[in-house]
């Protein structure tokens, strides 16, 4: 298995971030971190099976991925706990 680049997934991760609750296409997200969309399709997949972001719809053979806030990022940012 290769090592991915942590300044890869660093990127991807922070636009998605803060473009959450938004989600993209891989197209999109490479066109947006200026990173191949072929690198952009293998750090999702690994991305998604870290449970770091999530595939939120399926249109046709495309998927759209958003980041997957954590309900401690809730709470530390500020927002209103569902369990308060």
Do not use: C, W
């Not at 997934?9 to 938004?22: D, G, H, N, V």
């Not at 997949?45 to 249109?59: F, G, N, S």
């Amino acid at each position: 298995m290769a090592i991915l680049n942590p300044e890869i997934k660093k990127k991807i991760m922070s636009f998605l971030k803060e473009k959450y609750p938004k989600d993209f296409n891989i197209q999109e997200i490479a066109d947006n971190t200026e990173i191949h969309r072929n690198t952009v399709s293998t750090y999702l997949k690994v991305l998604v099976a870290e449970d770091k972001l999530k595939v939120t719809r399926k249109i046709g053979r495309i998927r759209l991925y958003s980041y997957k806030q954590s309900s401690n990022e809730d709470t530390f940012e500020g927002k209103e706990s569902k369990n308060v």
